[in-house]
Every structure is written in structure tokens, then in C-alpha cells.
């Protein structure tokens, strides 16, 4: 059976039309019950404005809390750093992004604690990821909207709805599994033998040599030391295939999307050749598209794809995101067969 997507070109994405797809899908029907309704928002790098414009979240803002509810903005912390890696410089970056409460009717909220360091496992028993690091304060959530702002992405060819909730949700210790095969390591040339990294460790496995400090097999993946580190010193192994990031993405996002009422949307807007993570404002690979919206992530990744994958494959010729899109489906997550409904309002 096919999904159904519905779609808004750019022009038409209004109050009143996001407003009729919300009564269409059902999905506002479903929140009556729920006691807390997430929006799940990037809200853009330091130096990059290709970020999802506030005034878009506040239409769905405004939609829901027209039911009598109180949504707030969901995040979590980076694995890189930069101003986004802690919860304080992040939400002050998100204001100076124009994610205010007097621009979207809505509080911030980073899930996973002061620096990405807390999360909650969750079992999962799958081909990759046996127990994911999930944000911890997710499980506060029973309903999410997840916003996503549709480009090109290095690791996995792009970046909708799927990867928005994947990596965006999980924890640090979730984002370096999806990544890197291996633990962090320390640069012993960069390490002064500071011993912040000891006071962050939620495993005690760190110790300090002559050296340099040293991480040992008690590491638990949670990469905070990665953020803590004054001097840089401590790395990732960006060595994970692009075809295991993308599987478990998918088994990430499984585990993020199970047990939550959901509805998926994908700006197809300023499409960029990388990420919103990118620390500069990267001019856009086609013309804008427009909105898609679908209860089904994989069904609206999969339309959005259909009509990007002509410039994203010829930036990207050595991946094949649709690895991830079928992974997905073939785990329940969704369809890759879907139904078109253009909203005319």
C-alpha cells in the first residue's frame, strides 16, 4: 500500500495550508491525549543561514497550541565542536537565530543534558545497534514534529527526515556510534595532562600517563570528552562506511520513532550541498521545491529524493543514500511507495 505525502510548493506554505494538512493527515486528533508535544528543529551552524526559517516553525507552533497544548522545541547537543556541542551556547545561538519565544511561540529544550551527556539506552536488538543512546529527555515526549530541512549530506548523500531524527535525537555517545567504528583517542602532541576530560567521564576510563591522558576500555562511547577538551585533543575515527552510518541510522531512527505519535516534514528549501552543521552559508545546488509533509518517513525522504537525486548523485557519485531508504524499509520504518497529494489552498 502506498503512503500518502502531501506537498506545498514554496509559495503556498501558509498557516492555512499547513493547517489543512494537519486535518488531513488526522495527526492533530491524535495529540488529544498526549502530555507532551515535541518539534524537533535544526536550528543552524555558527556562520550558516540555510537553517529552517523560525517563521515555518511557528505555524506549526501556533496549529498545535490551538488544541489547548504547549509544544517546545527539541534538540540535542553536536559530537563536533563548536557552539551547538553544549546546551547553554547552543539555545543562546538558536535566539540569535531568531528561534525566540516571540518569534516561535515555543520554549528550547536540549535533551541530553549540559553537554550531550545524557542519555538513556534503549534496547534495539538489531544488525548493528543492540542498545541505543538515546537524548534522555526524549522519553518525556509521546508526540513529535519532526521539522527537517531537506540537502546534500558527505556521509550518507542527504540529509530529510530520517537522519533529522537519527542523528538529531540521539545522544553524543549515539551520534559517535552511528559515525565512527572505534572509541575517541587521544592526540598525546595536543594533551597537556589537564585532567578535565577525568572529571566528565561517566565511566571513569580515562587516567592520566607521563604522557598524555589515555582512554581505556571502559569507554562507553558517550564522547564527552570530545566536547570538554580544552586543547582539542581528543579525536573521533571517522572511519565508518557510508553504507554502516546509513544502516545504522536506520536502526537509530526505529528506536527514536517507536512507541511516539509522529509526523514528518521535509522543507525542500535553499537545498545546500551539506548540512546546516556547516560552519559557513553554502549557496543552493537547484531551486527550491517545497513542503512535503507525510506520517510515513521513509515515503517522505523517498519523494523528496525522487525529484533531488539527479544534483545530489552528481555531487555525490560514490554513495547511494537509497541504501538507507530501503534499510528502513525493509525494518518497518515505512514505504518507499507513495501517493502524491498537492494541497491547492
Known sequence: MKSIVYYLPTSKITTNSIRQILIDTRFLPQLVNAKNIGIKVHFGEEGNNNYLEPRYVQMFVN??????KKPTLIETSTLYRGRRQNRDSHIKLAFEHGFTEDNVNATIKILDGARGEAFEET???LNYIQKAKIAQKLRDYDAVVNLAHFKGHFVVGFGGVIKNIAMGLSAKGGKLEMHSQTKPYVKTDKCINCETCISTC?????????????IDSNCIGCASCVAICPENAIKINWNES?????KKMAEYALAIIRNRIWLHCNFAIRITPNCDCMDRTENPVMPDIGLFISLDPVACDQAVWDRTKD???KLYPQINPEILLTYCERLGLGTRQY?????KK
Open 63 to 68: 496549529e498545535i497550541k490551538a488544541l489547548g
Open 123 to 125: 534496547m534495539v536488538n
Open 202 to 214: 561517566p565511566a571513569d576510563a580515562i587516567t592520566i600517563s607521563k604522557r598524555s591522558a589515555i
Open 242 to 246: 557510508s553504507i554502516l552510518t546509513q
Open 311 to 313: 544534483k545530489i548523485n
Open 339 to 343: 501517493e502524491i497529494c498537492e494541497i
